[in-house]
Every structure is written in structure tokens, then in C-alpha cells.
């Protein structure tokens, strides 16, 4: 089953502009991690969030953590050609120790040059 | 360079075949994991393995077997390939606790068809 669900599925910008994604997912998490996947390749960790902090920064990289909503969203500001990619958000499926993430469907962002 | 290594790359298969698909991790890593990538479907969990030794159980193990006879290895077999098994396959390794600080290590995926 799907834990978490990204929104939009696609979205298309111009560089420069900033892109914004949302993730929702179903119950309770103890971090939530971003994960870029570039055409043909694995997948790129790139941010985590705890379930006790509601905003974090990485670079041009934005992650906020709305625990009562059970969603999270990612900016990318002043976006490049190269952020073009899909974007999935992955929450830890349980505690049980074995660190087994969940991923979502996917965004899949074009920068437009 | 460090990192998780599939082998091979792109493989075709009939139906009723079988096949291997290698993960190696030079990490150290004790936790390794292979999803499937399908479109529209994000990556479902098939198996995965806390140790060596070890393997269990994910969303999606019906039709693969695995194992962890090495640390820095783990297999997945399909006994007898179905269309239904097209797709492309990510191993992923984790460091433990430490997963929820940088989170998976990728390999390059696997594309697996099967016709």
C-alpha cells in the first residue's frame, strides 16, 4: 500500500521560478526523507525531516513537516535545468528496526531553460 | 568509487526463465533492499535483509527469492519470469541507524523485460 502520495504528478516551471511539491501520507512517521531521481538513474537522498521539526534547509532546498496534516512539502527555490527530475518523498514504513521506507508515486518536474 | 553496483544493467527474458540479479555494496552497510519501479506505481518493496544471513518479506515478494550470503551482497532471483515481473529493479543498502540520517544508498537499477 501507498504511504505516501505526492502532489502534483507533474508540474512544469521556467528557471529561475520556484517549484513546490507536497507529499501526504497515512499515519504516524518518525522522519520523512526526499529522495530526486534523475531520468534512467537511482535514486538521490536528499533531505530528512523529523516528525518533531516542522522546517528544515539544504541549500536551495526547502522541507516542511505538518504532522497534524500528515504532509510535508518541498521547495526547490531559483530552480535550474539540472533540478529537472521526479521528486519522491519516503516515510519509514515502522519501528520495528529495519528501517523500511515507503515511497511515493512521484513528481515529476521540468525546468524549462 | 564507493556505492551499490546491479548487475547487469538491462536483460531480456522469456516467459518460464529464470535469472539473478546482483547487488553488490562496498559500504559496510548492514541493510540492503530491492524495489520495483513501475509507472505511476513509485517503488513497492519486494524483499530486504537486516543482516547477513537474514532476509524478509516486503510489499511485493511473490515470484522472488533472495539471499544475503555475504554482507556486502544480496541476490534476487525470479525462478520463472512472468510479464508481470517487467519493470526496473533498485537495490538500495543503509547503514542502519544512521539510515534516518542519510538514508539509502541507490544503485543504478536493473531493467528487466520480460517478453
Known amino acids: 500500500s501507498q504511504q505516501g502520495e505526492e502532489d502534483p504528478q507533474a508540474l512544469s516551471i521556467q528557471e529561475g521560478e520556484n517549484a513546490t511539491m507536497n507529499c501526504s501520507y497515512k499515519?504516524?512517521?518518525?522522519?520523512l526523507q526526499w529522495y530526486r531521481q534523475n531520468s534512467g538513474r537511482g535514486l538521490v537522498h536528499l533531505i530528512l525531516?523529523?516528525?518533531?521539526?516542522r522546517e528544515k534547509h539544504s541549500g536551495r532546498l526547502r522541507v516542511t513537516l505538518d504532522t497534524s496534516k500528515k504532509s510535508s512539502s518541498l521547495l526547490i527555490t531559483a530552480s535550474r535545468a539540472a533540478d529537472t527530475a521526479s521528486y519522491f518523498c519516503a516515510t519509514e514504513d515502522d519501528s520495528s528496526g529495519t528501517y523500511k521506507y515507503i515511497f511515493g508515486t512521484g513528481t515529476r518536474l521540468k525546468v524549462l531553460a | 568509487n564507493a556505492g551499490v553496483t546491479q548487475t547487469p544493467k538491462f536483460r531480456v527474458l522469456k516467459t518460464g526463465q529464470s535469472m539473478t540479479l546482483l547487488c553488490a555494496q562496498d559500504?559496510?552497510?548492514?541493510?540492503m533492499y530491492w524495489y520495483r519501479q513501475d509507472p505511476g506505481m513509485g517503488l513497492r518493496l519486494i524483499h530486504y535483509?537486516?543482516?547477513?544471513?537474514?532476509?524478509a518479506k516486503g510489499e511485493v515478494p511473490d515470484g522472488y527469492n533472495v539471499s544475503r550470503l555475504k554482507k556486502q551482497n544480496f541476490l534476487l532471483g525470479l525462478e520463472s519470469a512472468a510479464p508481470s515481473q517487467t519493470s526496473v529493479y533498485f537495490c538500495a543498502s543503509s547503514y542502519g541507524g544512521t539510515t534516518i540520517y542519510y538514508g539509502y544508498t541507490f544503485g543504478s537499477g536493473t531493467r528487466l523485460t520480460v517478453v
Open positions: 535483509s537486516v543482516g547477513e544471513g537474514t532476509t
Open positions: 525531516i523529523r516528525s518533531n521539526e
Open positions: 499515519t504516524s512517521i518518525n522522519n
Open positions: 559500504m559496510n552497510h548492514e541493510y
